[in-house]
């Protein structure tokens, strides 16, 4: 079992910056990839970042340049660091960590779109105009 348990949400104003925090516990061990997913009111969970155990990186396109995703191995914890926030990065973060292991990174990244093993229980972010 992997306990996540997210901080640093909050409300901002357009353009500023906001570091998200996704301490993990447990077996921690046994994670492959851990990433971040959003959730705007009214729509579906999107997946937004994902870092690996080698440290590859991916991003949706929608905060790709203004999104970073990173990790300290030793606190065993995972950081979202966003930059220009936009009105329309409102949404709850959710942290998540993934045990399963892929043949490819493309299998990995099919498989995280659609979620993972398992999830913190959210950080609001409001960004407003």
């Known amino acids: 079992q992997v306990h996540l348990v997210e901080s640093g949400g909050g409300l901002v104003q357009a353009g500023w910056s906001l570091r998200l925090s996704c301490a993990a516990s447990?077996?921690?061990?046994?994670?492959?990839?851990m990433g971040w997913y959003r959730q705007a009111p009214g729509k579906q969970r999107d997946l937004i970042a994902t870092?690996?155990?080698?440290?590859?990186?991916n991003y949706a396109h929608s905060v790709k340049g203004r999104f970073t995703i990173s990790r300290d191995n030793a606190k065993n914890t995972v950081f979202l660091q966003m930059n220009s926030l936009k009105p329309e990065d409102t949404a709850v973060y959710y942290c998540?960590?993934?045990?399963?292991?892929?043949?490819?990174?493309?299998?990995?990244?099919?498989?995280?779109?659609?979620?993972?093993?398992?999830w913190g229980k959210g950080t609001l972010v409001t960004v407003s105009s």
């Open positions: 998540a960590a993934d045990v399963r292991s892929f043949s490819t990174d493309v299998a990995a990244m099919f498989n995280y779109y659609y979620g993972m093993d398992y």
């Open positions: 447990g077996s921690v061990g046994s994670i492959n990839a």
């Open positions: 870092i690996t155990s080698t440290d590859t990186t």
